[in-house]
């Protein structure tokens, strides 16, 4: 496919940028608009509500049998009816207006990387007019993206990633594999595949994960190893501890999960270890009798 410069500059050209990577897809969310159209159709509502209201006074004092009847009440004159048709339009719209802001209100905000790429375009490229250039209006922008992992370790993982990419691979023969559809040179914007990006984050925190299962068990199956004392107690209970807790920064740091669902990963993690632990510590079983195996010679006395 074509590069972003291959486009026309202007709209053409910021469109082809924009579509690029879901990460860039970011947009004007108008929130001022919004509200204005809100109390705008809110007083609108406010008013027939008031004409209504008069005329129910009216007609108590005047023919107080028209408001037990609807259908006396349409044959009579029929402005009530017509008033009721003209709120249910109103409300209809203003109800309308509410849904289509919460909807807008619940899309993600970008991160920093993400609005800054797409602003560094708009300095270097200029693509629209000043008064058409919406990028600059930062704390109205949104995201199209539907999830966004905005977790510290997660963006610092981006960033370094990206760092070591521009460094060591940007500029070798394998470089244009990790960039995509431009031209940095022109462009000013480095647009990097986020498929490898994320082959990388996803080797890093396997690894993470390995480690945090690897390295507790073989260090507590050692510790098993060794003659019980009250020290190495404490000390398997100390590891375990150390672990447990590493594992929660981990998923909290580097994951969007919620406080329970971290509380409930450390508890099965810490469950599964000490499980490990009681295992590791019993002397094997002889199959035939169902006494502990002997572990080593007797020795007579």
């Known amino acids: 496919s074509s590069i972003v410069e291959d ?22 969310r108008f929130t001022y608009l919004q509200s204005r159209l809100l109390l705008h159709k809110q007083d609108e509502i406010r008013e027939l509500e008031r004409k209504l209201d008069r005329m129910d006074k009216a007609d108590a004092t005047k023919a107080p049998e028209i408001l037990k009847s609807r259908e006396l009440d349409d044959k009579n004159v029929g402005k009530r009816l017509e008033l009721l048709s003209a709120i249910e339009t109103k409300f209809n719209e203003y109800a309308t207006l509410l849904t289509n802001a919460r909807h807008i209100t619940s899309f993600n905000n970008p991160t920093d990387e993400d609005y800054q790429s797409v602003r560094t375009y708009f300095d270097k490229g200029t693509p629209l007019r000043e ?6 209006h930062e704390e109205d922008i949104l995201s199209l993206k539907v999830e966004i992992e905005n977790a510290w370790l997660d963006v610092w993982l981006d960033k370094k990633i990206e760092e070591l990419l521009d460094k060591y ?6 470089g244009r594999e990790f960039l995509k559809k431009t031209n940095p040179t022109k462009a000013g914007v480095i647009l990097y595949s986020r498929g490898h990006l994320n082959k990388f984050k996803i080797t890093i925190i396997l690894g993470m994960i390995m480690i945090h299962f690897v390295v507790p068990v073989y260090v507590l199956w050692y510790m098993a190893r060794l003659p019980e004392t009250n020290s190495s107690t404490a000390v398997s209970v100390a590891i375990l501890l150390i672990f447990t807790c590493a594992l929660s920064l981990v998923l909290s740091q580097l994951t969007r999960a919620k406080r329970h669902e971290i509380l409930a990963s450390a508890a099965a993690y810490c469950a599964v270890l000490v499980v490990f632990i009681g295992n590791a510590g019993q002397p094997p079983v002889a199959p035939s009798s169902g006494q502990p195996a002997p572990t080593g010679p007797e020795v007579p006395i």
């Open 7 to 28: 486009h026309p500059s202007g709209y053409p050209r910021l469109a082809a940028l924009l579509c690029t990577d879901d990460n860039l897809m970011l947009y004007h």
């Open 131 to 136: 008064m058409e250039s919406y990028i600059y």
């Open 169 to 174: 691979v940007l500029h070798t023969k394998y």
